[in-house]
């Protein structure tokens, strides 16, 4: 049995509404109108243990809602979720034991404590066996690089730093799985690399089970095998990101430089996304014409000094796949 099963997943807000003006702040103490919001509808997937899943899409596509339903946050509206054999919303304290949930906008440690404090009294709340505890202290302390913060309070971290201790703080007491929403917003590049470098090792050295949120399309490159596409609360593609890849965008770019002035090229299937003074950038899709014979059919005419092909970058697959689903930046995330 997969470790994370979702079935025909459904979640239905309610929102007040009223008519603006002070007529209509008066009607809505009377008569308060409501609409339904549906955050999710419909989403099943599995999950088995050991995969890392990046889960992605707009704004307001209801990633955030699946965190919250699967780590106990929320109650569904209806369809039936087991994490690790638990109903989360059901179970809540045997399964927060065995999850490890870090949010990137909202903090687990206490404000005005120092790290070390914020992490002995997360011991006790999830009756960490004192000896593993400090064991596994230690242990993520030299990992996530925290010994000279640990004296400090949460106040005075950077935001590299804090989500470091927040990282660890989610581990300290050995979950099974980690739910990470949105781990590296807001983080200078130093940062997002250590904190990829460490979900990385977690997942493939300890055998941890990943579901990953976020915005950040570097994560979802650098991390997730396996890539769900959300939107509107309904789920659009579940699969390798190298399918997703091929079934919206298989164009490859070769970029060209000259020995003399870049010519003007009129080949089939070849587009000219950018032209310079000795350089091309060319648009093409290789099931149409082979690199090898591109390459060759430009250098048998033209003085070639340098060539390479890159991948479309990740960013403008995701784009063009949402402007395929009609996807578009909408109402902050439920």
């Not at 339904?36 to 899409?57: K, M, R, T």
């Not at 039936?80 to 399964?95: A, K």
């Not at 302390?141 to 400090?152: D, N, T, Y």
Request: charged share 25%; aromatic share 6%.
């Amino acid at each position: 049995m997969p470790q994370i099963l979702v079935e025909a997943l459904a979640k239905t807000y309610r929102v007040a509404e009223r008519a603006p003006g002070l007529a209509g702040a008066l009607r809505g103490l009377v008569w308060r109108q409501w609409r339904p919001v549906h955050a999710l509808v419909d989403v099943s997937f599995s999950l088995e243990a050991g995969e890392l899943l990046a889960f992605i899409g707009p704004n307001g596509a209801g990633k955030s809602t699946t965190v919250k339903i699967l780590s106990g946050i929320l109650r569904p509206s209806s369809g039936r979720v087991e994490v690790g054999g638990l109903v989360p919303y059901e179970d809540r304290i045997r399964h927060v034991a065995r999850i490890g949930v870090v949010f990137g906008q909202r903090s687990q440690l206490w404000w005005d404590l120092p790290i070390v404090d914020g992490f002995d009294l997360l011991a006790d709340i999830y009756r960490v066996e004192p000896a593993r505890y400090r064991q596994r202290r230690d242990e993520l302390v030299a990992m996530l690089r925290l010994e000279p913060l640990l004296a400090q309070p949460v106040r005075q971290l950077s935001l590299g730093q804090r989500m470091r201790a927040e990282f660890a703080a989610a581990l300290l007491h050995d979950p099974d799985i980690l739910f990470l929403d949105e781990p590296t917003i807001g983080l200078d590049a130093p940062s997002k690399l250590a904190v990829r470098d460490f979900v990385r090792r977690l997942n493939r050295e300890r055998g941890v089970t990943v579901l990953l949120t976020t915005h950040d399309m570097q994560d979802v490159e650098a991390l997730a095998e396996r890539v769900i596409v959300i939107g509107q609360g309904r789920l659009l593609a579940d699969g390798p990101f190298a399918s997703l890849r091929a079934g919206v965008l298989a164009e490859r770019r070769l970029h060209i430089d000259f020995a003399g002035p870049a010519p003007t090229l009129d080949l089939p299937g070849v587009t000219v996304r950018v032209g310079g003074e000795r350089s091309l950038e060319l648009a093409f899709d290789p099931a149409k014409i082979p690199t090898p014979k591109l390459i060759a059919a430009i250098a048998t005419q033209h003085a070639v000094e340098d060539v390479h092909v890159d991948e479309v970058a990740i960013e403008e697959v995701i784009t063009r796949f949402y402007e395929l689903h009609a996807l578009t930046e909408g109402a902050p995330e439920a």
